[in-house]
Nanobody, 121 residues
Framework: QVQLVESGGGLVQAGGSLKLSCAAS????????MGWFRQAPGKEREFVAS????????YYADSVEDRFTISEDNAKNTVYLQINSLKREDSAIYYC??????????????WGQGTQVTVSS
């Protein structure tokens, strides 16, 4: 059973940056593709970014591709999401998930509890 714990969220001004972390335990971290999703109030959870295990290919939602960067540190069993040039519409709970690199959230087997990102104007 894989456990995922996100951290790094917070309140930040528009234009600022944050780096979210997702620490994994309880499984073979390096064998799982990983993804980040987010859910804003009143909206469905949406795909943000993912990273595969075969070559470390990365994938992004069109709305974040130029500002978000997903990366991993296998030695620390951690996946990161660097968020730059934050916009108010980036405010959401950010979740990491394990099990796929695709955009369909139903393909992911494990989920963290989420970390809140709030962007102020």
């Amino acid at each position: 059973q894989v456990q995922l714990v996100e951290s790094g969220g917070g309140l930040v001004q528009a234009g600022g940056s944050l780096k979210l972390s997702c620490a994994a335990s309880g499984g073979t971290f390096s064998s799982y593709p990983m993804g980040w999703f987010r859910q804003a109030p009143g909206k469905e959870r949406e795909f943000v970014a993912s990273i595969s295990r075969s070559g470390g290919s990365t994938y992004y939602a069109d709305s974040v591709e130029d500002r978000f960067t997903i990366s991993e540190d296998n030695a620390k069993n951690t996946v990161y999401l660097q968020i730059n040039s934050l916009k108010r519409e980036d405010s959401a709970i950010y979740y990491c998930a394990a099990g796929s690199h695709l955009r369909n959230q139903h393909l992911y087997h494990y989920w963290g509890q989420g970390t809140q990102v709030t962007v102020s104007s």
